[in-house]
């Protein structure tokens, strides 16, 4: 009869046999995440001008999948929309979610960013990193976890989580707020606002 040790040892021996195949199959999200971190850094150090902007925004579009991005903060009201409304309202939300992250990137080219591991998560997968301050060293780190799947156009991100808050989680709660008291179109209407102000 074997013992409980080596009954113990060969779960765990069997748990990581099957564990391997699922993380060797997350690398290439985390590599697709961190060259493309490279790059935004790289066109983001190069001074700023009209071309600069344009190529910042083409390396942003490559990096999020909007279209997933924006059906999964609708939640179940993506169901209820006609193409037009659900044209207009990514529209709309893409615009915003692009100026958002490129704010967000210049704001933090004095951070350093590391890489952590690659996990498989609800049929996505989750890439790990730590942004430090190098001007802040006392500063707390900032955790920020890039969610994947692969789409048409390969590996691309539809969420963002920063030290546990979820982008889709926050937008699908205050979205639904709205639709629930005051209706979609209230809500098209009060994003719209926020681009024309320059807000995001």
């Known amino acids: 009869m074997l013992s409980r040790r080596t009954v113990v040892l060969f779960l765990a021996a069997f748990g990581l046999v099957w564990l391997l195949p699922q993380t060797a ?18 066109l983001l150090h190069q001074k700023k001008s009209a071309a600069n902007d344009a190529q910042v925004q083409a390396k942003v579009d490559e990096l999020i999948d909007y279209a997933a991005l924006t059906r999964k903060s609708l939640g179940t009201h993506w169901d209820e929309l006609n193409d037009g409304q659900r044209r207009d309202f990514q529209d709309v939300l893409t615009q915003l979610v692009r100026r958002a992250y490129q704010r967000d990137l210049r704001r933090t080219l004095s951070y350093e960013v590391t890489f952590g591991n690659a996990t498989p998560i609800d049929g996505a997968t989750l890439v790990a990193t730590v942004a430090r301050n190098r001007n802040k060293p006392r500063e707390p780190p900032i955790r920020i976890d890039y969610v994947l799947h692969q789409g048409p156009n390969g590996w691309q991100v539809f969420d963002i989580v920063t030290d546990g808050s979820s982008l889709v989680s926050n937008y699908r709660s205050q979205f639904h707020q709205v639709i629930r008291k005051k209706g979609f179109d209230v809500l098209l209407g009060r994003l719209r606002k926020k681009l024309e102000r320059g807000e995001s």
Not at 27 to 35: D, H, I, R, T
Request: without cysteine; proline residues 6%; charged residues 30%.
């Open 25 to 42: 199959a997350a690398e290439p999200a985390k590599s697709f995440v961190q060259e493309k971190h490279r790059q935004l850094t790289s």
